[in-house]
């Protein structure tokens, strides 16, 4: 795997109100940018069982959990051909409020690698903001 960012952030709220934001695809398509028309199979929360479920870039796609550890740690994968992106959340409390990062790292196969480059860039630009438009979101501030 080869890393895309690493970011983190301090939220001033209790971990399973942040938690929630992670697993509501209700409220994950608040923060999260390049995703829309989000949901999961059955209409409940993400989960190992229940994967994500959305469009981006006018195809629709899904992320299965591939980790999962409830109030901790969760990760989505999301993967198109020969290319796929890891987003690692982890969530620890910090006094009354809540520290979270997210590792991204890919894997490229094929003449995808060619493209990774490319492709870690735009990545970057468009989901490394993920974190503090949830902090903006769940602190209830609009984004800058």
Known sequence: MSEIFAVEEKIAAPVHVVWAHFTDPQKMALWMPAIENVHTANGEHTSPENPLCYRSGG????????????????AYRSTRGNFSATY?????????????????????????????????????????????????????????
Request: proline fraction near 5%.
């Open 59 to 74: 195809k629709s796609l899904f992320s299965p959990v591939v980790d999962y550890v409830p109030l901790i740690l969760i």
């Open 88 to 144: 690692v959340y982890q969530i620890d409390a910090d006094g009354e409020g809540t520290s979270i990062t997210l590792n991204a790292t890919c894997e490229a196969k094929g003449l995808m690698v060619l493209m990774q480059p490319l492709l870690k860039s735009v990545i970057k630009k468009a989901d490394s903001v993920q974190l503090k438009m949830l902090k903006a979101v769940v602190e209830g501030h609009k984004p800058t």
